[in-house]
């Protein structure tokens, strides 16, 4: 383990509700910190998990208006859409820390699963998930058990077609506090592809082989949270939930955090 000498500088408000429930002098790592990175190397002993290098999504996002690629960190765990447990041994970190994350894994237990493995016992995964309701996931239908266990058996590796077609077709505009004033509805929200084009996009993304990134999975905050403790019931998966903070008024995302057990 690395040693930090100097003080740690306060960690900004959002990194703090995402991390709160986290022993972040252990070691760990940080699921696609792209731009926007909570954990600085500087200060923690954590390392930087994408499926892959920093070249490559430097290139990605060259045109994305949203994305600053200077501010990308190299990625210490490239895993070109392998589970983590392929890369770490059982047992070996304290922590994880996934923003904007979990919705995009083409497994959501599998996943789970896997950095339980990883974790030491007592160990913590902490999440931020968009909230369906306030993001442009608006317009979709909650994901439900039987999906996630789907997923789970056939071991899924990349989206299915099936929720490659529900995000595309369903992707709208929205913003939270819009969402919150109720301006922007499920009912009036506009469709970001054009009605006119979007089945031959969705026929020509049917046709690729390559990965599609979307978000696989989609839930309210307390919808996730049911849906997640039926799982750990029936499946008997090693963990519980120690925090869990709400989607808060005018904002997107939900915070939980896993122990592992």
């Excluded at 100097?6 to 002098?25: D, H, M, Q, V």
């Excluded at 990883?118 to 996931?137: E, H, M, Q, S, T």
């Excluded at 919150?180 to 469709?191: C, H, I, L, Q, V």
């Excluded at 989609?218 to 939930?241: A, C, Q, W, Y």
Aim: charged share 25%; hydrophobic share 40%; proline share 6%.
């Amino acid at each position: 383990m690395r040693l930090f000498q100097k003080p740690r500088p306060a960690l900004p408000p959002r990194t703090k509700k995402i991390t709160s429930a986290l022993n972040l002098a252990g070691k760990g790592i940080e699921y696609g910190p792209l731009h926007a990175v909570l954990l600085r190397k500087a200060h923690y002993d954590v390392s930087y998990v994408d499926y892959a290098d920093r070249a490559y999504l430097a290139e990605h996002y060259a045109n994305n208006p949203d994305v600053d690629v200077s501010l990308i960190p190299e990625i210490d765990i490239v895993t070109g859409g392998k589970l983590i447990s392929e890369f770490l041994p059982e047992e070996s970190i304290d922590y994880v820390v996934a923003s904007h994350v979990m919705e995009h894994v083409p497994d959501l237990l599998g996943w789970l699963e896997s950095n339980l493995r990883v974790l030491k016992l007592g160990g913590r995964i902490a999440v931020a998930f968009p909230d369906k309701r306030y993001c442009f996931d608006l317009k979709r239908k909650n994901s439900t058990i039987s999906d996630v266990m789907a997923a789970y058996l056939e071991k899924r590796t990349k989206p299915s077609f099936q929720q490659i077609c529900d995000h595309f077709w369903n992707v709208s505009k929205a913003k939270a506090a819009d969402c919150w004033k109720k301006s922007t509805t499920p009912d009036n929200a506009e469709y970001v592809h054009d009605r006119r084009t979007i089945v031959d996009t969705l026929r020509k993304m049917g046709a690729r082989e390559d990965y599609i990134d979307c978000h696989c999975w989609v839930f309210p905050d307390f919808k996730f949270l049911e849906t997640m403790n039926v799982i750990r019931s029936v499946h008997n998966v090693g963990f519980e939930v120690v925090s869990f903070y709400p989607t808060q008024p005018n904002t997107l995302e939900f915070y939980v955090t896993f122990e592992k057990i």
